[in-house]
């Protein structure tokens, strides 16, 4: 099926096959259409059917309430029937030479482990390898509950044959609950991608600030994975803040000491415990991390007053905290915001 999109500055064909998604064919083919969270929820990806037919997968979704005009629909939630033609209000261009383009395939979950009473880790071994930038996600659909839940990749290597997840449990959300069910190993998966612009690289020549929530360091474990490949700490500086309830709500503090080591002149990571005083034996059990009390975005910004000069930020969480940690950025900080980075898929 031929598609034909409509940007506002200029015109883009793709090509879709039977139950393959709108965003995800054109993705495939190199156009970087508009999307942040191609999950259904962040509503980034509408566009208006000019026209032939689709189908609407999830009439459900959240993103929905930001479509407003006649004819407008999701293209992460839609399929074509047949040849069509559609337009988005955003400027569109093709992606960079190099960029690690998204596509479909399949992987076998290997490994599920608990890392608290509600966060689980696991990996999927997948059938070719594979390529994504550090800071990049998957959208992964598993067995028997519809739709995408996009999960960043904790690992960094090129050609990877392995990704590597951590997903916080949602009471009620289907994914969720299949991943905490206690019976998924070498089970198959979908996975589309990788996707995402919140990502590092080497020659970004800056300092580099993290601030995470719960699960939400898991692409944070990979822009450090790849920090530290690069020896980048040995110029620059990093900051990291991950922000937890308590200690009991803490993990990959051993992987995050680690790190520290490698670079403790210019790597400094800080663990904020939001409901609870900080423990005397926290810095004992990890004597290369700091520990602070209060919420992930309140510790950063006591921590990085003055600090700012020449900073790239990466934010990862859920959205309260994302939402927080931009206010502190932009108003405090005064950071530009193609200098914070983040996306929307929790």
């Given at each position: 099926m031929k598609i034909q999109l409509n940007a506002r500055n200029r015109a883009y064909q793709f090509a879709a096959a039977g139950g393959e998604r709108i965003l995800y064919a054109g993705l495939a083919s190199g156009i970087n259409l508009p999307y942040e969270c191609g999950s259904g929820t962040c509503g980034t990806c509408k566009?208006?059917?000019?026209?032939?037919?689709?189908?609407?997968?999830?009439?459900?979704?959240?993103?929905?309430?930001?479509?407003?005009?006649p004819g407008e629909f999701l293209m992460c939630q839609s399929e074509a029937r047949g040849d069509c033609s559609?337009?988005?209000?955003?400027?569109?261009?093709?992606?960079d030479p190099g960029a690690c383009l998204p596509a479909a395939g399949r992987g076998i979950l290997r490994s599920p482990r608990l890392l608290?009473?509600?966060?689980?880790?696991?990996?999927?071994?997948?059938?070719?390898?594979?390529?994504?930038?550090?800071?990049?996600?998957?959208?992964?659909?598993?067995?028997?509950?519809?739709?995408?839940r996009g999960y960043s990749m904790a690992n960094f290597e090129r050609g990877a044959k392995k990704l590597d997840f951590v997903v916080k449990k949602k009471p009620?959300?289907?994914?969720?609950?299949w991943l905490f069910n206690g019976n998924i190993e070498g089970?198959?998966?979908d996975l589309f991608g990788p996707l995402g612009s919140a990502t590092f690289f080497p020659a970004l020549a800056k300092n580099i600030l993290c601030i995470a929530g719960g699960s939400g360091i898991a692409g944070i474990m990979s822009i450090l994975e790849r920090a530290?490949?690069?020896?980048?700490?040995?110029?620059?500086?990093?900051?990291?803040?991950?922000?937890v309830r308590t200690m009991k709500d803490a993990f990959y503090l051993d992987e995050l000491s680690r790190y520290r080591n490698k670079f403790p002149q210019k790597l400094q990571i800080t663990v904020a415990l939001s409901d609870e005083e900080v423990p005397a034996a926290a810095a004992q059990r990890y004597p290369a991390l700091a520990f602070d009390k209060g919420l992930v975005h309140?510790?950063?910004a006591r921590h990085m007053k003055g600090k700012y000069q020449n900073v790239r930020a990466y934010l990862a969480g859920p959205p309260p905290a994302v939402d927080a940690a931009i206010r502190v950025l932009l108003l405090e900080a005064k950071l530009t915001?193609?200098?914070?980075?983040?996306?929307k898929f929790s």
């Open positions: 566009a208006r059917l000019v026209s032939g037919d689709i189908d609407d997968l999830w009439p459900a979704a959240p993103g929905r309430k930001y479509l407003k005009h559609l337009e988005v209000a955003n400027f569109v261009y093709n992606m608290t009473d509600d966060v689980i880790a696991f990996s999927i071994e997948l059938a070719a390898p594979r390529e994504f930038d550090a800071g990049q996600f998957m959208v992964m659909q598993v067995p028997g509950v519809p739709g995408y009620g959300g289907g994914a969720s609950e089970r198959e998966v530290c490949q690069e020896h980048y700490f040995d110029q620059y500086s990093g900051d990291v803040f991950f922000g309140e510790v950063a915001a193609d200098n914070i980075r983040y996306d």
